[in-house]
């Protein structure tokens, strides 16, 4: 079974940064895309950015510029780097990624989810 933990959540002041890493463990075939993701209570989960295997990446229109997703294969691991912190960053954020078992069938899986909050 494949599991991702979360780490580098925490309170910091805006403007200022912090660095999220997910690290997967287990019995693990193939990783394509990994990506990030946001929750803001009674909301619905939202896209903060994405990597693909080939190093391509997405950013929500919202982060475009702050934040930079990162992957490190070797440790099977995925980063993201956020400046310029601002109130509205505030959320619970979760890592995401897709895996491909040797048989071809794809499955996601998710992190329990890091708190960040930014105070303005």
């Known amino acids: 079974q494949v599991q991702l933990v979360e780490s580098g959540g925490g309170l910091v002041q805006a403007g200022g940064s912090l660095r999220l890493s997910c690290a997967a463990s287990g019995k693990i075939f193939k990783i394509n895309a990994m990506g990030w993701y946001r929750q803001a209570p009674g909301k619905q989960r939202e896209l903060v950015a994405s990597?693909?295997?080939?190093?391509?990446?997405n950013y929500a229109d919202s982060v475009k510029g702050r934040f930079t997703i990162s992957r490190d294969d070797s440790k099977i691991t995925v980063y993201l780097q956020m400046n310029s912190l601002k109130p509205e960053d505030t959320n619970v954020y979760y890592c995401?990624?897709?895996?491909?078992?040797?048989?071809?069938?794809?499955?996601?899986?998710w992190g329990q989810g890091t708190q960040v909050t930014v105070s303005s």
């Open positions: 995401k990624t897709d895996l491909s078992r040797w048989n071809g069938y794809d499955y996601d899986v």
């Open positions: 990597i693909t295997s080939g190093g391509s990446t």
